[in-house]
């Protein structure tokens, strides 16, 4: 009632949106015509106009209408022409509708535009990406795969090129320097995986600014929006290359004691679930002999959830419903303990829904009889608080047992990760359903939504190495994280963000919360005749498909078209066989080679086609209807199991009856359906089917179709609340990655990166300073003071003195330190060729920052993990992450600061430069000797050890010398350039 209330709220809010732009269109309208007399040139001098006004200080919306007229003026002038797209010839025939120019401004005011299929969306976004790119910054949009962006700019670039604009597009076997060009047009297309890789690489990876190839992050317009940040959102963008240091993996060492407890858990389950059969099937069952029964079969299906008879016991759908009862009573505070025993029979626990898989005390004794608690996390507080009541033990024997304590503490954390992860592998991860084994020894893992392989990318967090031990294929090489971001965190960086897809509506909330971003429903340029047809259910998976095929046996006979979506590679293969048994020619398409995919789904609406395709294949191609199909009903959409996610249902549907062809939609469910498994056995649908249904009935009822929804939409939020959590999650590296790349660039492109290497150098002294005492009321600590000089001697040739600064204030001594290490880089810079030098401050920094973050984000990796493990002890995971990550990000910040202090003084860009650089600071120091300010220190200052004192030492040390480029060849007879003096073949040389 409420909802129904509330979409019709929204509903207004949408017409309240388009009644708003209908004076605008009238507007465009008006001016469009006007332009209709205007010559080519005049019309195209247009562009460089707007810019010039907008130079002016014309904002955007103020030349809208002028803009859109222009763009949709020139698409009247392109009709009738043959424009080349994609190595195909066609004629242009469209000119803006009126429904395009309202999506137009919706897209303008980075909103989302939900748009039927076959609306035409690809020319709509013209209209906003012309008048975004007048601003002269980089407008992009984004495609879900490379021939749709291929296709899209070739096919609307003939309308920005006749307005005189440039359009580019980024494929992926592109070079930078192809890349660059693209972006550096107005306007340029490609997918969301080459945006994001070029950003990360462009910031994490560029070490100069010509390697740079984006310029801009301002306006983007994402096409099938929800595609992308929902479906692909989780699924990181990651540079990684290898490790250069292989940790052993503990899968195959694991694999043979898990496999057997794998096998016993299935032995175990199998009997329980016989047994229960026997009990139900008994006439003359008492009912406790029943609760009982039950009750161990939600031991099997906690243990084994997709154990075959279980399945099958369950197709019966009054015992389907005892099941769900006993679990509801079972979860309940009342019963924790019964539950508890309950679980503690099985060797280990697997919570389908939450995707996690735990060992039992038995499965922990069964695995290691000897010392079941090999597999317990050690209560390390404890551990340590009992160690420091041993007043015997020396402070290096406590201090070693607590090493080793943390030592088994992260053996064990690891193991147990990896038990877990291999549990999944086995009890969830079904090969051909989740993943395929490739002729090469690979684990390929398919896409749910597409039934595509994605070959290369892997599971995180283990998962993936577990799998292939499990297929015993070779577990591949751990490799290194480079740079990393989300697709949410990318294209949250763009100033003004836009999409279109046929399909945001049920995800208005997710867009809005995460993006910012409103939906608003564009009406259909003519009505939309599609009839929905009631979900019709069966008992069977066997039954539903036979039922499909009758039905595409009678639509084939009268030649209407059919579209079969599956959501799964293994249902179209399954349908195929059946259909190929009734001799019924048909396509397949499982989403592997985009165009080929394209051209088989454009021809989808042909008389008499029959096209079989997982859920998101071919998505951006529009089916047109074949000659006389329009009089047979049009396409006829069929689909074979709900999804997850209404939205994706939505996508199928609207495959047919665009434009206001004819057309209708029919869903085919069975009760053995995963969604119809996990989430809607309770309410309204179980009361239905009560009534037990026989094999080859079939139920269909508006209710059903409500009940089913209602299932889809707990799915949806608790996916949602998935994503929620990741990017919580994700947002605390994302801040840091922020940082980072600032500074990484400020040092690219900054024409003195010395400034960020001097930041740094006052950033940590000024803290040295602090954890030396400084500024407290005492004053420095003379032990910690005397540490500051030695590290200050040994990283900078400043020779300084304790007594130079020890009496000064923080601020003050910090001034006098940065001073002196001022001047000395002074001198080194006048050894040196400037440009070269420059170059080298900026490897420097970025250096550092490269080998600090990258390790960084293995151990920010690693905490991701081990925070998982710590919530058993009642804290707020992601609170716990958010404060570690904090003092990562410090340690982080120390590294970098401290490495760049370090290299300083001890790179040079060449040797010659290097050894110019000594004598002349040995001059200087030479010039500084004793009787200057400095060095009139008084004699009670605390000098150095082993150093006389009033004899300040100003000689340079500069230990390991690293020599960037252009390294001159030393003769074996030329001093040797470590500035020893002697023959190079005598010294290093040697
Ligand atoms: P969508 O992306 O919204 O599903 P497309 O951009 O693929 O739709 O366009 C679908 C079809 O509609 C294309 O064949 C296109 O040529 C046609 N079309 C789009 N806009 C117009 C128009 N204004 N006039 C005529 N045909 C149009
Ligand atoms: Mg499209």
């Not at 100069?208 to 306006?219: G, Y």
């Not at 500074?743 to 990166?753: C, F, G, M, T, V």
Request: aromatic share 6%; with cysteine; charged share 30%.
């Amino acid at each position: 009632m409420f909802g129904f209330l509330l979409k019709k709220l929204s509903g207004r809010h949408y017409r309240k949106f388009v009644a708003k732009c209908r004076p605008v269109v009238d507007r465009i309208n008006a001016l469009e015509q006007e332009y209709q007399s205007l010559s080519d040139e005049a019309l195209r001098a247009k562009t460089d106009d707007f810019r010039q006004r907008i130079k002016a200080g014309a904002t955007l919306d103020d030349i809208l209408p002028e803009a859109f007229a222009t763009v949709k003026n020139a698409a009247r002038r392109l009709c009738g022409r043959t424009v080349l797209v994609c190595e195909h010839e066609l004629v242009w025939n469209m000119v803006h509708f009126d429904v395009q120019l309202i999506g137009g401004m919706a897209l303008h005011q980075g909103k989302i535009a939900e748009m039927a299929t076959g609306e035409g969306k690809t020319l709509v976004a013209t209209l906003p990406l012309y008048l975004n790119a007048l601003a002269s910054r980089n407008c992009q949009l984004v495609t879900v795969n490379d021939y749709l962006a291929r296709r899209d700019s070739q096919w609307m670039g003939h309308l920005y090129q006749f307005l005189g604009l440039t359009v580019g597009c980024i494929q992926n076997q592109m070079s930078p320097a192809q890349r660059r060009e693209a972006y550096g047009c107005d306007i340029t297309y490609g997918t969301a995986s080459e945006f994001g890789f070029d950003y990360l690489r462009d910031n994490g990876m560029a070490t100069r600014k010509e390697d740079q190839v984006q310029r801009d992050h301002f306006f983007c317009i994402v096409d099938e929006i929800d595609s992308i940040l929902v479906d692909e959102a989780r699924t990181p963008l990651i540079i990684s290359g290898p490790m250069a240091i292989q940790r052993e993996q503990p899968y195959p060492r694991l694999k043979p004691s898990i496999q057997r407890l794998v096998d016993e858990q299935t032995r175990l389950c199998n009997r329980l679930v016989g047994e229960v059969k026997t009990v139900l099937e008994k006439a003359d069952a008492t009912a406790e002999d029943k609760t009982d029964a039950f009750q161990k079969l939600l031991q099997v299906k906690v243990g084994s959830p997709k154990n075959k008879l279980l399945m099958r016991l369950m197709e019966t759908p009054e015992w389907r419903k005892q099941l769900d009862k006993v679990e509801l009573e079972m979860n309940s505070d009342f019963n924790k303990e019964a539950n508890f025993r309950l679980k503690e029979e099985l060797f280990f626990v697997i919570d389908e829904r939450q995707h996690q898989a735990d060992l039992t005390e038995k499965g922990r004794t069964f695995l290691k009889p000897e010392d079941p608690d090999a597999f317990v996390l050690p209560d390390l507080p404890t551990l340590f608080s009992d160690l420091e009541r041993e007043h015997d033990l020396s402070p290096e024997e406590k201090e070693n047992r607590k090493r080793t304590a943390r030592e088994r503490f992260e053996a064990v954390g690891e193991d147990i990760h990896a038990i877990s992860q291999l549990l999944r592998a086995y009890s969830l991860y079904e090969r051909d359903v989740q993943y395929v084994v490739t002729p090469d020894g690979k684990v390929a893992i398919v896409d749910e939504n597409t039934g595509r392989l994605m070959p290369g990318r892997r599971w995180s967090d283990g998962l993936h190495a577990a799998v292939e031990a499990k297929e015993g294929v070779q577990i591949e090489r751990e490799t290194r994280t480079y740079a990393t971001i989300t697709i949410q965190n990318y294209f949250r960086m763009y100033a003004k963000l836009a999409g279109m897809t046929g399909t945001a509506e049920t995800e208005a909330t997710e867009f809005h919360e995460i993006y910012k971003l409103d939906v608003v429903v564009i009406p259909t340029n003519r009505p939309c005749i599609r009839k929905d047809e009631n979900d019709v259910i069966y008992k069977t998976r066997r039954s539903k498909f036979q039922a499909v095929i009758k039905e595409i046996e009678a639509a084939h006979k009268i030649g209407q078209p059919v579209l079969v979506g599956t959501v799964s590679v293994e249902a179209s293969e399954v349908l195929s066989r059946m259909l190929r048994r009734s001799n019924i020619t048909h396509a397949v398409l499982n989403a592997k080679f985009h165009e080929q995919e394209a051209d088989i789904v454009a021809r989808a609406g042909q008389r008499g086609a029959v096209t079989i395709a997982t859920n998101m294949a071919g998505r951006g191609t529009d089916i047109k209807l074949g000659e006389g199909v329009a009089d047979l009903g049009g396409l006829f959409v069929v689909g074979t199991e709900r999804h997850e996610s209404r939205r994706i249902d939505r996508q199928l549907r609207g495959r047919c009856s665009r434009q206001g062809d004819p057309g209708r939609s029919k869903f085919y469910i069975s009760l053995e359906d995963d969604l119809m498994r996990l989430f809607a056995s309770a309410g309204p649908l179980a009361r239905i089917m009560e009534k037990s249904m026989t094999e080859d009935e079939e139920l269909a009822h508006p209710l059903l179709n409500r009940s089913i929804e209602s299932a889809q939409k707990k799915v949806e939020q608790q996916n949602f609340s998935i994503r929620k959590r990741l990017l919580q999650y994700d947002d605390v590296l994302n801040k840091q990655r922020e940082i980072i790349y600032a500074i990484r660039n400020d040092a690219l492109h900054s024409d003195e990166p010395r400034k960020v290497i001097f930041d740094m150098i006052g950033e940590e002294i000024a803290n040295r300073l602090e954890s030396a005492g400084f500024g407290e009321k005492g004053g420095p600590v003379p032990q910690a003071l005397e540490g500051l000089v030695g590290w200050l001697n040994t990283h900078f040739p400043v020779g300084l003195h304790a007594a130079d600064f020890e009496k000064l204030p923080a601020e003050e001594a910090a001034k006098v330190i940065v001073g002196r290490i001022s001047e000395a880089y002074a001198l080194k810079e006048s050894a040196e060729n400037r440009d070269a030098l420059l170059h080298l401050e900026r490897y420097l920094v970025i250096n550092a920052i490269d080998n600090h973050w990258q390790e960084h984000l293995t151990e920010m990796e690693d905490l991701r993990k081990s925070i998982g493990l710590r919530s058993y002890g009642q804290k707020d995971p992601l609170v716990e992450y958010k404060s570690e990550a904090f003092r990562y990000f410090g340690e982080l910040m120390d590294n970098i600061r401290v490495q760049i202090c370090t290299s300083v003084f001890r790179s040079a860009t060449n040797l010659i430069a290097l050894e110019n650089m000594k004598n002349m600071l040995a001059r200087s120091a030479r010039l500084e000797g004793p009787g200057t300010p400095q060095a009139a220190a008084p004699a009670a200052a605390p000098a150095a050890p082993g150093e006389p004192a009033g004899e300040p030492k100003r000689e340079i040390k500069l230990p390991v010398i690293q020599v960037k480029r252009d390294v001159p060849k030393v003769g074996r007879n030329d001093p040797c350039p470590c500035g020893s003096g002697k023959k190079y073949k005598n010294c290093h040389g040697a």
